[in-house]
C-alpha cells in the first residue's frame, strides 16, 4: 500500500488542522494507521493509531483531548484532526500503515514495525 500525507499548512496557536492520508495500491481495510511526528533534531514521535475497523483509537498524552484519529467512509482515507494547536505541535507529520493490532502499536510506539510510510506534511504552528 502506498500512503500520501497531506493538509499542512501554517497556523496560529490555539487553531485547528486536518490532516489526511490516503492509500493506493490497496485499501487500508487490514492495516492499523499511525500518526507520528518529526520535529527538527529531535526523535520520530508517535502521536496515535486507529485500528483497521476504525472502532479503537489510542493516543500519546500530550495530544490526548486535542487530536482526533477517524477513518473515511470509504476506508481509504485517515484523519488526523488537530485543534488547539500548540507551537511544540511544529513537525513534520507522517502516516504509516501496520499489518499489527492498533494495540500492539500503541504499546510499542517506535517506528518500526509498519510496511508503508507517507512521505509527510509539514505542519508549523506560531505563537
Known amino acids: 500500500v502506498q500512503l500520501q500525507a497531506s493538509g499542512g499548512g501554517l497556523v496560529q496557536a490555539g487553531g485547528s488542522l486536518r490532516l489526511s492520508c490516503a492509500a493506493s495500491?490497496?485499501?487500508?481495510?487490514?492495516?492499523?494507521v499511525g500518526w507520528f511526528r518529526q520535529a527538527p533534531g529531535k526523535e520520530r514521535e508517535f502521536v496515535g493509531i486507529?485500528?483497521?475497523?476504525?472502532?479503537?483509537?489510542y493516543y500519546t498524552d500530550s495530544v490526548k483531548g486535542r487530536f482526533t484519529i477517524s477513518r473515511g467512509n470509504a476506508k481509504n482515507t485517515v484523519y488526523l484532526q488537530m485543534d488547539s494547536l500548540k507551537p511544540e505541535d511544529t513537525a513534520v507529520y507522517y502516516c504509516?500503515?501496520?499489518?499489527?493490532?492498533?494495540?500492539?502499536?500503541?504499546?510499542?510506539?517506535?517506528?518500526?514495525?509498519?510496511?508503508?510510510w507517507g512521505q509527510g506534511t509539514q505542519v508549523t504552528v506560531s505563537s
Open positions: 504509516a500503515a501496520g499489518s499489527e493490532s492498533a494495540f500492539y502499536y500503541y504499546s510499542n510506539p517506535s517506528p518500526g514495525g509498519y510496511v508503508s
Open positions: 495500491g490497496r485499501t487500508f481495510n487490514d492495516y492499523s
Open positions: 486507529i485500528s483497521w475497523s476504525g472502532r479503537t483509537t
